[in-house]
């Protein structure tokens, strides 16, 4: 059994930094996924005059166009959970095959790799971003391509440097030298011991996706078809002297998003890495 | 007692004297001299010359520094400005302007006839998009017979003219300046020299414009203020912020949300007003691609406008500042505006069975289904597109509500400006659209361009529907050479007539806006470029 | 460090300057619509756009077109702005020096106060203040950065009446020499907070992990055996602390950036921000290029100067 799984079994549970962000962050996927039964209101729909306040009818008030708050969160939370899945999921996947094909090869192709890495990591994505909804116009699908081609390198550098210390391993060697092909070899002893620090930087790098895609929409560059947090808090700023409520809720519900997976993230790295779990004290 | 009595005479002459002298000369008006106006503005306008542009960021910054022939009053009839009186001859097809003596130039340099002419025919009519598409066809030639008289002659009888020589419709700029240039790429775009009540100081890019009191100008005792600066701000709640923090005196428009409170606050005036910058009397109106076979049906086109909520327009986006449009023509226009039009009224039950009439039926899905629709397969589903500037995202999100409810279904497209104009104007690539179009201060400067058969683009911000109709190109045409105010009324109420049956557009609402400013400054008048030239501000 | 070292590290500058403007490049010519509309603008008629054509040489095959594009992008022309009607080069120098002072403002203020916070958090590890630290940093980074300067504009600027809410200089004034770098100060002073509010949470973190780990190390154990003062002791814990943070800062400058034009937005900060907004609105794709370059290029320089600064300040550090 991979050694993570057997440490996560065998800690005592205690109020950890770690255990708020995983009930931040689960708080998250189920909002997100429930948010038809939580909030059964079309988001974009007029329900309510316009502008009121928090009430028991709408607990989180309405917004200009007399949309309910609320059923806006909720849906927002899918739209923000769909763009972080996607761009993990686009991310992890090149990054995962990169950094592994690096670390086990080492050498020449190592160089490239590594090479094209740090390439990568200098563009600056929310500029890559604005520039390419500039473009091509507006739409998830163009924000989730971009983040997701950019986002991959702290992905392959941790799975690489889990790689290289893993591949020199005896029992890799031995599965190597009875025949077993690089990829299975990589497949069944190596990416699970090196996925857990992925994970780590992959929930990390969640919480800066949902604040680009809030940055993005907040200068109006988000997709006018998705309710998403962006659009909500850009909403919000013409209103933010005469409904609070319309600002406060949206970016709450960002930095509780946010915190909840940088803490989830804290929460792993410290579980992993016996150094950090000697100084972490949340 | 003769001698006591004797210094009594003088004194009693002396109250005489006094009681019946003329009273000293006090001062006509109490108005604070001096003093810093700052006011906000909401983009950087890239240049100072307004008689190359429509542009609103361009207007609201510059207009201060030139004058036009004539000027605007409360109720939008002309005054006189750089002309100072004027005659009408040979039936409207004549107009002389005597112009005023001794107004100079920025630099010092005279005014003169050769001036206008210059900027009506080498700028204004190249680049100043509604001078050229109203006079540019119309205009026969100008004539300088001295320094002070300038006459324009008409092929026909034009009526609008003395409505569109203010400094937002036909600004005056120098000759000594702009001759033998290119007036788009002259650096006197960046330093501008003009004649109005304020001097061009700086232009820092992105920040600021400093206009400064112009000691020469040709109205005695104007203008009052030495300073004012335009301070680039453009996110209008941050605008508002900065009102009420003290750092700013004036904003040309007030966030819907904001009003109620402002009006309340004694800090605070408020005036609202049709007159804006980069355009008057505006409309927002939804345009039919007529081209689409979709939309030929005007039983469709009733349908959509009977679906639509407009009162929920003029609520949701706008707060209730501005009036449901009751007729094609701005109500601003009183003469021109036929008040007693029944346009299509918020009927949803109407507007179903005008679909289901049409050939649109209700079947399984949320969306309406052709079935003997022409030029529609059987079975497609009814779904249009709403093409938008981003600012107006939400009448696309009104529209989606409204339009779904009896099912239409509605995709929004934002489009910056820049392409929004090709895509609707030259590759007519639309089913709809919302456009703020401006009347401007004649129907014939910014009305005609939206029915004329003449103007379907590839112009920008002409007739988006693309509506073709000989009896009101006729009568548009008849309605331009009219000068008299009562015969005109009646071409234009009988084209609203018209195309009120025929709407290729639907007119949601009219959109003035409220201007603010501190309690401690006054005399503006918002409903003219120049609206600060006899503005004051008392020291605090 | 070694002078090759340095050599190598330099030379690495280049392949990363040509893959951004080879990705710029790419992005232009695959996104719909003719690009000599996208560089030069809607409102132009056939003449200027055969100028636009010429000038970019847009008809000429791809390849050709790229290396014209490198070269001229070297030489420091980086097309023309055709709302500003000048060199985008021009527009963007004019506006960087007011977000400069906004970036370089608030990387001073975190980094000194994410440094001082980190020590005082490590100091008292696993207790309430360092809970309270981390927290706080914590969130201020989970925040959106215009959220908190719509607050930060609404309640410290408006509800006290000591701050200013937009400009970089008051209108009414026109103070030169001193006078007029407190007018500056006193604008900056929000704007910058703000920023650096956001990029607190690294710092400080960093500086607390560092100086906890340094703090249990055998030499540690030994100076304090030997007598040493608690305070000698974080000091040393520090210097070691610090090397990670170094590097972090530099790895931060495009969120920064990114940060600072959000703010920028809030408060009227006349720099790169306004202008990326404008010309998102315009449609100005010189502009947006040049800016994305731009940015591009002050992450390499950044990392550049990192990375130089790491091997300068560890000497345990051989990358020959």
Redesign the interface.
């Known amino acids: 059994m991979p050694g993570w799984i057997r440490a996560f079994a065998t800690t005592k549970p205690r109020v950890t ?1 770690g255990a708020v962000g995983i009930a931040l962050t689960l708080a998250l996927v189920i909002v997100a996924v429930f948010a038809g039964v939580i909030a059964p209101v079309d988001p ?3 329900v309510a005059p ?2 009121t306040a928090p009430s028991r009818s709408h607990t989180l008030g309405t917004d ?3 949309r309910d708050v609320l059923a806006g969160i909720v849906h927002g939370a899918r739209t923000s959970l769909l763009v972080v899945l996607s761009v993990t999921l686009l991310a992890s996947t090149i990054g995962v095959s990169i950094g592994a094909v690096a670390g086990y090869r080492a050498g020449g192709i190592d160089d490239l790799l590594m ?1 094209l890495t ?3 990591q ?7 971003a ?3 909804i ?5 739409g998830l699908d163009r924000l989730v391509l971009v983040l997701g081609l950019t986002s991959w390198p702290a992905v392959a550098r941790v799975v690489r440097a889990e790689t290289l210390s893993l591949a020199r391993r005896e029992f890799v060697e031995a599965a190597h030298a009875l025949g077993s092909p690089a990829v299975r070899v990589l497949a069944r002893h190596v990416l699970p011991n090196a996925l857990p620090a992925a994970v780590v930087v992959v929930s990390v790098n969640a ?2 996706i949902i ?2 895609e ?2 993005l929409g ?4 988000g997709d ?2 998705a309710i998403s947090w962006g659009y909500l ?1 850009n909403n919000a ?7 609070w409520w319309m ?1 406060l809720f949206p ?1 709450a519900a ?3 998003a ?2 909840g997976l ?2 989830l993230g804290d929460g792993l790295n410290e579980l992993l890495d016996p ?2 779990r ?2 972490a ?2 | 007692m003769r001698r006591q009595r004797a210094p009594m005479v003088p004194l009693v002459l002396l109250l005489v004297v006094a009681w019946t002298a003329p009273a000293p000369v006090r001062a006509q008006d109490s108005t604070p001299r001096g003093g810093i106006l700052v006011v906000a503005i909401n983009a950087d306008p890239g240049h100072l010359n307004p008689a190359i542009t429509t542009s609103g960021a361009t207007h609201a910054a510059a207009e201060l520094i030139y004058n036009g022939l004539l000027g605007r009053d409360e109720r939008g009839d002309p005054l006189p400005d750089l002309a100072e009186s004027w005659t009408i001859e040979q039936g409207g097809a004549v107009y002389r302007f005597r112009l005023r003596d001794g107004v100079t130039w920025h630099d010092g340099k005279p005014f003169t006839a050769a001036d206008v002419k210059f900027t009506f025919e080498e700028v204004l009519l190249k680049f100043h998009a509604r001078t050229k598409a109203s006079m540019g066809g119309a205009l026969a030639g100008i004539d300088t017979p001295d320094d002070r008289t300038v006459v324009f002659r008409f092929k026909q009888p034009y009526a609008p003219l003395l409505l569109q020589l203010d400094a937002t419709e036909a600004p005056i700029v120098a000759r000594h300046v702009y001759q033998g240039t290119d007036a788009q790429t002259n650096p006197a775009n960046v330093n501008p020299v003009g004649t109005g009540p304020f001097k061009a100081v700086s232009y820092r890019k992105g920040a600021e414009i400093r206009l400064a009191r112009n000691p020469a100008y040709f109205k005695p005792g104007l203008p009052h203020l030495d300073e004012i600066v335009m301070r680039i701000i453009p ?3 941050t605008q ?2 900065a009102l009420e923090n003290g750092e700013v005196d004036f904003l040309w428009g007030v ?4 009003q109620a ?1 402002l009006k309340a606050d004694a800090r605070f005036r408020t005036a609202q007003t049709s007159y804006n910058p980069g355009g008057s009397n505006c409309i927002m109106t939804v345009s039919f691609n007529l081209d689409r076979p979709a939309l030929k049906d005007a039983r469709v086109r009733r349908a959509v406008a009977h679906a639509l909520d407009r009162n ?1 327009f003029l ?3 706008l707060f209730g500042e501005g009036r449901v449009a009751a007729a094609p023509i701005s109500s601003e226009m009183a003469w021109a505006h036929a008040g007693g039009l029944s346009l299509p009224a918020f009927d949803r039950a109407e507007a179903a069975r005008l679909l289901d009439a049409a050939g649109w039926k209700k079947e399984q899905g949320a969306a309406r289904v052709a079935r003997g629709v022409a030029g529609v397969a059987d079975g497609t589903p009814m779904a249009i597109d709403f093409l938008h500037f ?1 600012a107006f ?2 009448y ?3 529209m ?2 409204h339009l779904g409810a009896v099912g239409i279904e509605v ?2 497209r ?1 489009l910056e400006p820049s392409v929004f104009a090709p895509t609707v104007f030259k590759n007519r690539a639309f089913d709809t659209n919302v456009i703020s179009y401006c009347n401007g201060p004649d129907p014939e400067i910014g009305v005609r361009r939206m029915y004329h058969s003449s103007q379907i683009g590839p112009a920008p911000f002409t007739n988006a529907a693309g509506y073709r109709n000989d009896k009101v190109d006729a009568l548009f045409d008849q309605a331009s050479r009219t000068v008299e105010r009562a015969p005109r009324s009646a071409l234009y109420h009988q084209i609203q007539e018209i195309v009120a049956q025929d709407l290729p557009y639907v007119w949601l609402v009219e959109t003035p806006t409220t201007r603010a400013w501190a309690a401690r400054c006054g005399g503006f008048r918002p409903w003219t470029g120049l609206f600060a030239e006899a503005a004051f501000c008392k020291r605090s | 460090m070694s002078a090759r070292y340095l050599l190598r590290r330099l030379l ?1 500058v280049v ?2 300057v040509a ?2 403007v080879l ?2 490049f790419v ?2 010519h695959t ?3 003719d690009p000599a509309v ?1 560089l030069g603008g809607e409102h132009g008629d056939e003449a200027y756009y055969a100028f636009i054509r010429a000038r970019f040489g847009l008809d000429r095959p791809l390849p050709e077109q790229l290396v014209a594009y490198a070269t001229s992008v070297l030489r420091g022309d980086l097309g023309q702005s055709f709302v500003h009607g000048r060199p985008v080069a021009h527009v963007v120098a004019e506006r960087l020096p007011a977000t400069l002072l906004l970036m370089g403002t608030a990387l001073a203020l975190s980094s000194v106060a994410g440094v001082l916070l980190g020590v005082f958090a490590a100091r008292r ?2 207790r309430p203040a ?2 309270a630290v ?2 706080a940093a ?2 201020g ?7 908190l300067a ?1 607050l930060a504009a ?1 309640t410290l600027a408006l509800g006290t009446g000591l701050f200013p809410v937009q400009g970089i200089t008051d209108p009414r004034q026109a103070w030169t020499g001193w006078r007029h770098a407190l007018d500056v100060l006193h604008h900056l002073a929000l704007p910058a907070l703000v920023l650096a509010a956001g990029e607190l949470a690294l710092t400080t973190r960093l500086t ?2 560092g100086v ?2 340094a703090l ?1 190390t055998d030499y540690t154990r030994t100076a304090r055996a030997k007598g040493l003062s608690e305070r000698a002791v974080v000091r040393h814990a520090l210097r070691n602390a610090l090397l990670p943070v170094v590097t972090v800062i530099g790895g931060r400058a ?2 920064l ?2 940060g600072a ?2 703010v920028e ?1 809030v408060f009227a900060w006349p720099g790169l921000g306004q202008l ?2 404008s ?2 609105l315009t ?1 100005d ?1 010189p502009v ?2 040049g ?2 370059l731009l ?2 290029l002050a ?2 320089v950044a ?1 550049l100067l990192t990375d130089l600064a790491y091997a300068w300040l560890d000497p345990r550090v051989r990358y020959d």
Do not use: C, Y
């Not at chain 1, 907040?218 to 560059?221: D, M, Q, R, T």
């Not at chain 2, 966030?255 to 904001?258: A, E, K, L």
């Not at chain 3, 980074?141 to 959220?147: D, G, K, L, Y």
């Open positions: 930094g974009f729909a007029s316009p502008l200009d166009l007399g090479r740090e390439l990568v200098v563009v600056p994505r929310f500029f890559l604005v520039l390419v500039a473009l091509f116009g507006p919480g800066t604040l680009m809030a940055g907040f200068i109006g560059l006018p078809h808090a700023q013409r209103f933010l002297r005469v409904a600002a970016g960002i930095a509780l946010v915190l940088n803490l150094r950090a000697r100084v004290g949340l | 996110d209008a709640g508002v912020l966030p819907g949300p904001h409170r929920a609520q949701q986006i981003p995202a939400k696309g999100e009104l989606r509500q995709t929004q934002p | 690495q392949p990363a893959g951004i990705l710029a992005v232009v996104a719909p619509g996208a590890a696993d360092d809970l981390r927290t914590l969130l980074h989970a925040m959106p950065s215009f959220w719509q609404i607390r992990t906890l780990e249990g495009g969120m950036f990114t034009v959000l937005t990326m907004l010309s998102i449609r794709i947006l290029l800016l994305f940015v591009s992450v390499i990392n």
